[in-house]
């Protein structure tokens, strides 16, 4: 199924909207039976496609002043349930249980006051630890809701930015809706390119204001670092004519004309990678009405699957190396194999001895349960990392959908 723009929207406000509540229990017979193989090779237990209430999640958009916002009291009446709660630790993030009451209907979501985005996800973003002056690079942006909440996350006041990197020009052009749609752009470039290969560094200026003059230049080490990061071609090589002329797919008026800084590495990396999406029960189940012919030749692809760990690797890899020395990487998938989460993460810090894991603060404050870290073949001291700082979103513990996610530190080499 070709899945073009308008289709791509429903599925973000998907994220917002998650499955009515009238959809009937899911029979998980149903699913194909090159699926039902997948989960069985990759030990994921079919019974999570039986979920279809699970929360549904809304994040304040900051980009309003606060004294606008709704409070809880306001988005309980909205939606006519008392079965919504603010998530601990996450200011201005709710949770809301089954109601009547469709989301898109409401006026905090009509006046563009709050998205959705899942709470698994939002975690991913905090992970990041934004700060106003950041430069942050977006891997597998499309269509964009954790680049909503880094967008939010930035704020109007200091001179970070935010690049988001898609191959898909249909899943790019729903991006810049959004970021259109919630008014959030100010910061922010969408380039349409392989982020396997991507390689522009920061930007050089925030409209006239040329970004590194003041103190926020990157550390002596920056350079070093970009020249001997891994295999890849050292972004601070690039000639300056090449990197200049690398059209962005759309970029704000304060960017437009920015170019790159030839040695400025990004502060925060996001790599949300591409992944064979069977933990986004929401996203899946609506193949009960798209089709499951069209699930199969999107997702089911034999070669898509053998290359998928392949597409991955490479994707944090590049990301690695546009990352700047004390920077934070977070790498993400919205899948639950072993393959593609813990797998990864213990090949990541086996080839990269300067990647150090970190825990990922709020994951214990947020009231719901995670699940157990998969054991993998590896040293006794990474799968130990591995079990204390990664996370596992399940939909049978935590009530989110099926999401992993890991945060790593670059040092000096
Ligand atoms: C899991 S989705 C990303 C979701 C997104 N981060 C969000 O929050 O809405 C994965 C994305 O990776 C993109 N993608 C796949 N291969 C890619 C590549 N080699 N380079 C860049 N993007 C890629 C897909 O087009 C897709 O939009």
New binding site residues.
């Given amino acids: 199924m070709a899945i073009n723009d308008d289709d791509n929207l429903q599925e973000?406000e998907g994220?917002a909207d998650q499955l009515d509540d009238k959809s009937p229990s899911f029979d998980i017979n149903q699913l194909p039976k090159s699926f039902q193989t997948f989960l069985k090779d990759n030990a994921i237990d079919p019974q999570i496609y039986s979920i279809v209430r699970l929360p549904r999640y809304i994040r304040w958009n900051t980009h309003i002043p606060e004294p606008q916002l709704p409070t809880l009291a306001q988005l309980k009446q909205q939606l006519h349930t008392d079965d919504v709660w603010q998530v601990p630790g996450l200011t201005g993030f709710f949770g809301i249980g089954p109601t009547s009451t469709r989301l898109v209907d409401i006026p905090a979501y009509k006046d563009k006051k709050v998205f959705g985005?899942d709470l698994s996800?939002a975690v991913a973003v905090e992970a990041l630890e934004i700060d106003k002056d950041d430069h942050l690079l977006?891997?597998?942006?499309?269509?964009?809701?954790?680049?909503c909440m880094m967008a939010n996350l930035l704020g109007h006041q200091g001179t970070g930015t935010a690049t988001g990197?898609?191959?898909?020009a249909h899943?790019l052009a729903t991006?810049r809706s959004l970021i259109r749609k919630y008014k959030i752009g100010q910061r922010i470039r969408l380039y349409e390119?392989?982020?396997?290969t991507?390689s522009l560094t920061a930007p050089l200026r925030l409209g006239a204001k040329t970004l590194s003059k003041k103190g926020d230049s990157p550390p002596a080490d920056d350079h070093s670092d970009s020249r001997n990061t891994d295999d890849q071609p050292p972004p601070a090589k690039k000639p300056k004519t090449e990197q200049a002329v690398q059209k962005p797919f759309w970029a704000s008026r304060l960017l437009r004309t920015s170019g790159n800084d030839p040695v400025r590495l990004y502060d925060k990396v996001?790599v949300?990678?591409?992944?064979t999406?069977d933990g986004s029960i929401s996203h899946i189940l609506k193949y009960e009405k798209w089709g499951w012919d069209a699930f199969e030749s999107n997702f089911m692809d034999t070669h898509r699957l053998n290359t998928i760990c392949e597409?991955q690797r490479?994707?944090m890899k590049q990301g690695w190396a546009m990352l700047r020395t004390g920077g934070i990487m977070v790498y993400s998938?919205?899948s639950l194999t072993i393959k593609q989460n813990e797998e990864n993460v213990a090949w990541f810090l086996t080839e990269h001895p300067e990647a150090h894991l970190e825990p990922v603060p709020l994951s214990s404050q947020l009231g719901i349960r995670l699940a157990e870290i998969k054991k993998v073949q590896t040293t006794g001291a990474i799968q130990d990392l591995m079990n204390q700082h990664c996370v596992r979103f399940d939909p049978l513990l935590s009530n989110t959908s099926g999401f992993f996610l890991a945060k790593f530190t670059k040092s000096a080499k």
């Fill in positions: 973000l994220l985005i996800s977006d891997v597998c942006c499309a269509p964009g809701a954790k680049l990197v898609d191959i898909a899943r991006c390119a392989d982020a396997t991507f996001l949300d990678a591409e992944c999406h597409l490479n994707l998938t919205c």
